[in-house]
């Protein structure tokens, strides 16, 4: 009998044990080990920092570094040579942001499967499919094995991972991330490789937008003449980066605006349209086209300081941790702040003690898509130039969370990977991409280089070999310069190369030909006083090299209006980035309350009219006017698309808002304005316009009540979410106001991921802020604690040390590592 | 005095043990204790009644009091920061748990407890069987 009772209670013990030891699914953690107040959650419930001052040996270093961590948590590091001082940036960068590092690292090398499973309906098995087959690990690989080349570089390189490493063999189950906890694995060793990858998701966010395959579906679908009206490439109102030059009066016969000689264009080839070519499926998860960023610069005779002054604010899906960590860097050959890619050494955007620089997307099209002809089933062989050459037949490899694998066969062409065939989008016609982000390449490179410069002649050097993510680059140096200069690779294009999908057997459609680098759009103290960049085309009509891209039509032409001012303060730059102003509304609007029958109208929807009157296209947090504008003009575009685009079956893109406002103010009665569902009426704007206002009254009065409760911020719902999509760890309902098309670009994952305004002068003042915290704890309160300041408007005056004991230094821990 | 001996141990050893073993070993340090002061052998040592076995409470005690005030502390020093997400990342929900944090506290603070007072009861029952 008592066995009995042992044995009833031995059992009830083990299964205890069990049940905790076990994982809850294969993505998340062991209750036991979970609770355990020693080694599970407990132990990330960091407490605030304490002030300390203290040292640390840490094997690895040549000689001492001195790190200086702020009240904001941002590490100043002190090192005598660009080793230490890398190896040094791994590792605190690893302290702070070692899971999300990795995460990210995952998502580009297409191993999500492996920390959580294969998602909803296989979906992020099909994400990491496209990851590979897009080529993202073979662009890393010959970007790293390009950086090693390259004895800076690979110093730095290899000793920021080292860096990474020290840290990461620092951790006991208990040090772990929460992340690593809750979805029940552990950090793997990192490389130069991983860092390469990091790079590549950079370069995935900003340059893998294509819109060959949904063009050549619009061709097929609408022809030629539909297709021009729909997606024209240039805009109804341009105010490009580059200024035009107007024509001089007694001009030589072979003026340009441009100060080079072009090269020849290369022919166009015949007949370059890929006849009614319908394609099933589009690329999984492309970037918002509505990514983007504001830069600019104010020369020292408009800047109030006398000084240049330069702003910069890239945009970027809002997430937490957040994409960027602020850091400063000091060594003998350099002294640079700003805001660093966890994962890779240097600083991205920022300034030294001689000059600033800012990044936006430049959004030309550098992904083109190839039709490939094999021979037979078998695919070993595919057409080229009349013969056929072989393909490589490649075995990737899925591991899935859980243990189960999946095997994906990749064909590799000397074009590219063939991303879209039978096995993977339905293709019955196989597709190969040839994208800018697969060729050898060194971007770790010019931010060295970036890093140390002193003047613009070490900035042009900088830029001179980077070639992917293009970026437009601002500038501006303590000794008066502003510049800014569109750089990245690009092809030397025939008119519309790479708008549609290309005949990859035919040598006449390959990218031969490349734009010399000196001939990149650029610009050097302009007489205007001031260069600025927001997306929008690089120049006018006039630049002799063909482009195409996705392009902004109405930041730009805010900035350039309110540079236009006489003098510029710090104050001014800061509030030029917060500002609220539409031009899209103030475009369109008119029109709109125009059309309106206001005979038509309720009580209650002329006083609406009447604040929409009065409205200054300001989308501020707390305004009304913003609500009806946005759910009105929403169901409008919606309107005249919708009935005709959802009646095809194959992706297509709408037309931007630029093109829809421009046929809307051309005319009455454009053939899409008529509504396919009503046969018996031919709908024209003033229809379409009338219906869209009383359905957004109708639509914004049950969601929300009368106008009085209408205002912008919470019915944007600004929301930054955690990286692994938990609620727990994210923020909702920020409140802030602003929208795409407008400066303060905060639409509602998307926005300002750091806004930054640097003085230069003998001593550069410079001001930032970004949507997060510099921990990537969840449990610390430094994971979050930017957002608010971030949402209200206020910078933080960033501390740039000359030296460890600098006076300003609000210190909070001083480690000296040795 | 029975109670208090074993529940002191099971606590003490379990701190200990703790700090370098995984989570489990709380069980098996309570069973360690509880086959130790069983009944019989408490017989054989001091040759007096044996006292009731309140191994299981004395575990579940232990164990409920080691791992609930490390929570406790750590969350204390956290200003219940991660607790309180920790509380709505476990119920899925919207918004933040009311009382999420004493909720957490309390979760480690029973797991604890359940093998603190099974690994006891477990040893102890072992010990009565063998004695025959």
Not at chain 1, 451 to 477: E, G
Request: with cysteine; charged share 20%; glycine share 6%.
């Amino acid at each position: 009998m008592r066995w009995v009772k042992f044995f009833i209670s031995f059992l009830i013990t083990t299964a205890l044990i069990w049940l905790c030891i076990s994982p809850i699914s294969p993505a998340t953690f062991s209750i036991g080990r979970f609770f355990n107040p020693f080694e599970g959650f407990w132990q990330n419930a960091s407490s605030t920092q304490e002030v300390s001052k203290e040292t640390v040996e840490l094997p690895g270093l040549q000689a001492p570094v001195e790190v200086v961590i702020d009240e904001r948590q941002v590490p100043h590091l002190f090192a005598q040579n660009i080793e230490d001082l890398s190896f040094m940036q791994g590792y605190v960068t690893a302290k702070d942001r070692l899971w999300q590092m990795e995460f990210q690292v995952f998502a580009a090398g297409g191993r999500l499967t492996e920390l959580v499973g294969r998602g909803p309906n296989d979906a992020v098995l099909k994400l990491d499919r496209q990851s590979r087959r897009q080529g993202m690990v073979m662009g890393a690989k010959n970007a790293q094995k390009e950086a090693m080349k390259n004895d800076s570089t690979r110093k730095v390189l290899q000793a920021y991972t080292k860096g990474v490493n020290a840290y990461i063999s620092e951790l006991s189950y208990g040090d772990l991330p929460l992340e690593y906890k809750l979805l029940n694995y552990r950090p793997e060793p990192w490389s130069t490789l991983k860092t390469a990858l990091l790079l590549k998701y950079m370069a995935n966010t900003l340059a893998a937008r294509a819109s060959d395959i949904t063009n050549t579906n619009g061709l097929s679908t609408w022809g030629r003449e539909t297709f021009n009206l729909l997606y024209p490439e240039r805009l109804y109102e341009e105010s490009p980066i580059i200024p035009e030059k107007a024509r001089p009066r007694f001009a030589r016969r072979n003026w340009s605006a441009w100060d080079f000689e072009a090269e020849p264009q290369p022919p166009i080839p015949p007949q370059y349209t890929p006849d009614s070519l319908l394609l099933p499926t589009n690329l999984l998860n492309q970037a918002d086209r509505n990514i983007g960023s504001n830069n600019w610069a104010v020369s020292g005779s408009k800047s109030a300081t006398g000084r240049p002054l330069l702003a910069s604010d890239p945009h970027l899906g809002l997430n937490l941790p957040s994409i960027w960590y602020e850091i400063q860097l000091n060594a003998p050959e350099v002294n640079v702040y700003g805001v660093s890619l966890p994962g890779a050494p240097g600083v991205m955007i920022g300034f030294n003690d001689s000059i600033a620089w800012g990044v936006t997307n430049a959004g030309r099209d550098v992904m083109d898509f190839y039709r490939i002809q094999f021979r037979d089933h078998s695919r070993e062989e595919y057409l080229f130039d009349g013969r056929w050459m072989k393909s490589q037949q490649k075995i990737d490899t899925f591991y899935i969370k859980g243990g189960e694998v999946f095997y994906d066969t990749i064909i590799h062409t000397h074009i590219g990977p063939v991303m879209f065939d039978r096995n993977f989008g339905e293709y019955q016609v196989p597709l190969a991409v040839r994208w800018m982000a697969h060729d050898p390449s060194n971007e770790a490179l010019t931010f060295l280089k970036l890093n140390q410069a002193n003047n613009y002649k070490d900035y042009t050097a900088a830029l001179a070999d980077y070639q992917c993510p293009a970026q437009n680059f601002v500038f501006a140096s303590n000794s008066g310069d502003i510049a800014i200069w569109q750089q990245g690779k690009f092809v030397n294009k025939w008119p519309e190369q790479g708008r549609f999908v290309l005949d990859g057997s035919r040598p006449d459609q390959m990218w031969d030909h490349y734009i010399p680098q000196t001939h990149n759009p650029h610009i050097l103290n302009p007489a205007r006083g001031f260069v600025s960049s927001a997306n929008q085309h690089p120049a006018d009509e006039s630049y002799p090299y063909y482009y195409n891209g996705s392009f902004e039509g109405y930041r730009n032409r805010r900035i350039n209006e309110l540079l236009l001012k006489d003098t510029v303060s710090v104050e001014d730059m800061k509030a030029f980035q917060q500002d609220n102003y539409s031009i899209m509304a103030q475009d369109v609007l008119p029109l709109m309350l125009n059309d309106l029958d206001s005979a038509n109208l309720s009580t209650e929807e002329q006083q609406v009219v009447g604040e929409l009157k009065r409205w200054e296209y300001l989308f501020d947090a707390d305004k009304a006017a913003p609500v009806i504008f946005q759910r009105w003009w929403d169901i409008l575009y919606k309107s005249i698309w919708e009935d005709e685009f959802k009646a095809v079956e194959v992706p297509l893109t709408w037309p931007k808002v630029t093109t829809t406002i421009s046929l809307l103010r051309d005319s009455l009665s454009f053939r899409f304005f008529d509504n396919l569902e009503t046969p018996t009426v031919k709908e024209t704007r003033v229809d379409l316009i009338n219906a869209a206002f009383k359905q957004a009254m109708r639509e914004l009065k049950k969601e929300y009540g009368g106008m009085k409760n209408w205002q912008w911020a919470k019915y944007k719902g600004t929301q930054i979410i955690h990286l692994a999509r938990q609620k727990a760890f994210s923020r909702y309902n920020i409140p802030i106001g602003g929208y795409r098309y407008i400066l303060n670009a905060t639409s509602k994952q998307h926005g300002p991921s750091w806004r930054m305004v640097v003085a230069l002068g003998d001593k550069v003042e410079a001001y930032g802020v970004y949507p997060g915290g510099q921990s990537g704890n969840v449990g610390s309160v430094n994971f979050d604690d930017f957002i608010d300041d971030w949402a209200a408007g206020n910078y933080f005056k960033l501390l740039f040390m000359q030296n460890p004991q600098d006076a300003q230094a609000q210190k909070v821990m001083s480690i000296r590592y040795e | 005095m029975k109670f208090f001996l074993r529940f002191i141990l099971i606590l003490v050893l379990g701190f200990f043990a703790l700090k370098f073993l995984p989570f489990w070993s709380v069980a098996l340090v309570a069973f360690a204790v509880g086959l130790l002061l069983s009944k019989e052998r408490k017989r054989r040592m001091f040759g007096k009644n044996p006292a009731p076995p309140f191994s299981f409470w004395a575990g579940f005690l232990a164990m409920f009091i080691l791992w609930g005030t490390m929570a406790f502390l750590s969350d204390h020093q956290n200003a219940s920061l991660l607790s309180n997400k920790i509380a709505q990342l476990l119920t899925q929900s919207d918004q933040p748990v009311a009382y999420g944090s004493y909720a957490m506290i309390l979760t480690s603070a029973l797991i604890g407890a359940l093998l603190g007072g099974f690994g006891a009861l477990s040893g102890n029952l072992l010990g009565e069987a063998l004695k025959g």
